[in-house]
């Protein structure tokens, strides 16, 4: 039983690069969710979906897309990244949704430069 | 909206000294659920404790031990007799429930708490 996983580790794009952070979850959760954590910010909520073909957006949405064909997988796109989206991001699953136990990725660290 | 407020950016305190962590919420749920994550210099995501609106009984496990006070809305956590290994970031956390349960967490922006040997 892996847990959560993400891919890759590092990255570093140039500014207007696209690229989509991999995010998969084997414990058969519903509710998966991406956040973003910058240096005294805390996390923050980008999108998340509570089940395949269902997604919304969190609290920072702008500049990243989701889509959530199957259980297990739920990529984080960046269409055009920009310097502002240098920041560590984390992937998390839970079966119904906020008020559970979150499980979380180890992270992907993301340099825009 | 809600809110999770942690006053506290950064703690140093001495092995074997007893600190606390404050966290204040605001929301106007009247379910919700409060969470601690500890975050080591390693940089995983650690659940510590998730506690419902509706239980505003203390809880301790080990040297840990939450505080959930709704007349002051206050989720604090304590570590008795702190040790090195404590040192981390620590991040209150908090999920409204509308009914759907699609929400997600609300974090702090979280104390680091240095042990100093």
């Known amino acids: 039983n892996a847990g959560v996983t993400q891919t890759p580790k590092f990255q570093v794009l140039k500014t207007g690069q696209s690229m989509t952070l991999q995010c998969a979850q084997d414990?058969?959760?519903?509710?998966m969710s991406w956040y973003r954590q910058d240096p005294g910010m805390g996390l923050r909520l980008i999108h998340y979906s509570v089940g395949a073909g269902i997604t919304d957006q969190g609290e920072v949405p702008n500049g990243y897309n989701v889509s959530r064909s199957t259980t297990e997988d739920f990529p984080l796109r960046l269409l055009s990244a920009a310097p502002s989206q240098t920041s560590v991001y984390f992937c998390?699953?839970?079966?119904?949704?906020?008020?559970?136990?979150?499980?979380f990725g180890p992270g992907t660290r993301l340099t825009v430069t | 909206a809600q809110k999770v407020t942690q006053a506290q950016t950064e703690i140093s305190v001495v092995e074997k000294e007893d600190v606390t962590l404050d966290c204040v919420y605001e929301t106007r749920d009247t379910t919700y659920y409060l969470f601690w994550y500890k975050q080591p210099p390693s940089g995983e995501l650690v659940f510590l404790i998730r506690r419902n609106s509706f239980d505003e009984q203390n809880e301790i496990s080990g040297r840990y031990s939450w505080n959930f006070q709704k007349s002051t809305s206050s989720f604090n956590f304590t570590i008795t007799a702190s040790q090195v290994v404590d040192s981390a970031v620590y991040f209150c956390a908090l999920s409204g429930y509308s009914g759907g349960g699609a929400d997600g967490l609300t974090f702090g922006k979280g104390t680091h708490l240095i042990i100093q040997p």
């Open positions: 998390a699953s839970s079966w119904t949704g906020g008020q559970n136990e979150q499980y």
């Open positions: 414990m058969n959760h519903e509710y």
